[in-house]
């Protein structure tokens, strides 16, 4: 009781009671996702009715009104299923030389156990979701799924086998693209025979004109990664006629040299602004420590 009386004798301070006009924070209405549920989700009609439709009051019957209606958004776990094949065989009765069976269907996998929407799961939650393939394992251990990480691994490489033709395709678009956005990042590379890895470069090249209202084809951001040394950019720059927004310098010499060094004639280098604000913030914080 003595705090709230001390409480209500203080009298606000000027600076708490005359707030600045400028800063104050305009109402801004809280952000829900009610009724934006997209249009081509699947719907479940759940109706919850009464039991008994007679009125308490003159015990006629009741009729609809109205209804109250609500949408919640529902998620149906991952379900493994196992696809049971068979292929009957015949034969004649009159003859035993005549086999007639159906052929099999072809698989990514042969006499492997994975279908073509698993291998595609586990690609997507790799790439797409970065999902490891030990995290992935241990998922499928809960569902009583035991799958070694060295199988999914096989799965993702045989895959990428079938996937190269899309591969080229998109490197065949990117290098027609006016302007080319290259970057990587170093990782360790297996190298038998030494005991130990070495240094690998993943790069990866990305197209995107819109922001030009480019006269060409308009695609969205495509990226493919190469695991390759230093001469990363020149395997895709053979016929490249863009030019190349490249974040790294060093690994770059036949784009920095000019058109002389690149097997294209009209391919250039493109600077990124936030490399020469970094040369000049280091530049900056070098001449105040001295």
């Known amino acids: 009781m003595v705090n709230r009386l ?14 600045p006009a400028g800063r104050q924070r305009a109402d801004r209405p809280r952000k829900t996702n009610r009724g934006s549920l997209p249009a081509h989700l699947e719907r479940i009609e759940q109706v919850i009715d009464i039991d008994d439709k007679a009125c308490p009051c ?10 109250d209606v609500a949408e919640r958004l529902d998620v149906v776990p991952i379900t493994f299923r ?6 009957p ?6 003859c035993e030389s005549a086999v007639v069976q159906a052929p099999a269907p072809a698989r ?10 698993l291998i595609a799961q586990v690609l997507v939650a ?11 394992a241990q998922i499928y251990a809960r569902r009583g799924i035991h799958l070694d ?11 990428a086998w079938y996937l190269r033709p899309l591969r080229e395709r998109i490197l065949a678009e990117l290098r027609q693209a006016e302007r080319l956005f290259a970057d990587e990042t170093t990782a360790p590379v297996l190298d038998p025979g030494r005991g130990r890895t070495k240094t690998g470069q993943l790069w990866a090249y ?4 819109r922001p030009w209202v480019a006269a060409t084809r308009q695609w969205s951001p495509m990226s493919t990664p190469q695991i390759a040394k230093r001469n990363g950019p020149r395997r895709i720059s053979a016929p490249l006629r863009a030019s190349c927004r490249s974040t790294a310098i060093v690994a770059m010499p036949h784009l920095r040299g000019g058109a002389s060094r690149c097997n294209s004639p009209v391919a250039r280098r493109s600077g990124v602004l936030p490399h020469l604000w970094c040369k000049l913030r280091d530049s900056h914080a070098n001449r105040v420590s001295a």
């Open 149 to 159: 990480r060295s199988t999914l691994a096989d799965w993702v490489g045989r895959a």
């Open 82 to 87: 196992v696809l049971f094949t068979s292929r």
């Open 126 to 136: 790799k790439y797409a979701d970065h999902l490891p393939l030990y995290r992935q």
């Open 6 to 19: 001390a409480a209500h004798e203080i009298p606000d301070s000027p600076a708490a009671s005359e707030a």
């Open 58 to 67: 003159c015990a006629g019957t009741l009729h609809q009104i109205g209804e």
């Open 89 to 94: 065989r015949y034969g004649g009765r009159s």
């Open 108 to 117: 990514i996998i042969e006499g492997g156990i994975p279908t073509e929407a």
């Open 206 to 209: 990305a197209r995107d004109d």
